[in-house]
């Protein structure tokens, strides 16, 4: 990929459970993104997390970075049916601002 | 408007046809993107402007593709004699005026998907 794989590529759980997806990069970056892509539909911005930063949450997302492996987590706490969808990480590094670099992305299935 | 607005939703044309995407961003954007999305995989960058201006091509096939984003007009990605493996879905993202340090996030549109046969 352009800048780094996503896994696992495809997850399935039940409702109310955590699902965990991981990203990880190849070169030093500003920031990490995540986006969820529902299907047929553009890319949501879900949350930012920059190279300085080690955890950040924003209601039932939590995303932890760790810029020495270059690798980032998502944790989506109580899952619902909704959840379901792509979810894909995207870097942006060195003084290229305005370009993504994006994963593979983890294909999610919450079944009610 | 609020939304980037792309369109067509679909497009289909014969391979070696010519094909002509447009994009509209969120008004008061002034950065535009180009990805071109195949097989519901990552997301390739192909270009991006500031207003009218070519920021970064660095994605964009040299050959066929080309783009534009002119005053008071949509953003449009054109295709000259397209080709099979040139069908995937190509969406357009806007953000506001950004730097190292605004980290500002990209809205993207719904995407226009292009089928070659």
């Known amino acids: 990929s352009q800048q780094g794989e996503e896994d696992p590529q495809a997850l399935s759980i039940q409702e109310g459970e955590n699902a965990t997806m991981n990203c990880s990069y190849k070169?030093?970056?500003?920031?990490l993104q995540w986006y969820r892509q529902n299907s047929g539909r553009g890319l949501v911005h879900l949350i930012l997390?920059?190279?300085?930063?080690r955890e950040k949450h924003s209601g039932r997302l939590r995303v932890t970075l760790d810029t020495s492996k270059k690798s980032s987590s998502l944790l989506i706490t109580a899952s619902r049916a909704a959840d379901t969808a792509s979810y894909f990480c995207?870097?942006?590094?060195?003084?290229?601002?305005?370009?993504?670099?994006f994963g593979s992305g983890t294909k999610l299935n919450v079944k009610p | 408007g609020e939304e980037v607005a792309q369109t067509p939703k679909h497009l289909v044309r014969g391979e070696g046809q010519k094909a002509k995407l447009y994009c509209a961003p969120i008004?008061?954007?002034?950065?535009v993107f180009w990805y071109q999305q195949v097989l519901k995989n990552e997301f390739k960058f192909l270009i991006s402007?500031?207003?009218?201006?070519?920021?970064?091509e660095t994605g964009m096939p040299k050959e066929r593709f080309s783009a534009k984003c002119l005053p008071n007009s949509p953003c449009s990605l054109e295709i000259q004699a397209t080709k099979l493996e040139d069908s995937a879905v190509y969406f357009c993202?806007?953000?506001?005026?950004?730097?190292?340090?605004?980290?500002?996030?990209?809205?993207f549109g719904d995407g226009t998907r292009l089928s070659i046969l």
């Open positions: 993202a806007s953000s506001q005026p950004r730097d190292a340090y605004s980290n500002q996030p990209q809205h």
């Open positions: 070169t030093s970056i500003n920031n």
């Open positions: 997390i920059r190279s300085n930063e």
């Open positions: 995207a870097t942006e590094r060195g003084y290229n601002f305005n370009k993504f670099y």
């Open positions: 008004k008061g954007h002034s950065y």
């Open positions: 402007f500031q207003n009218e201006n070519v920021f970064d």
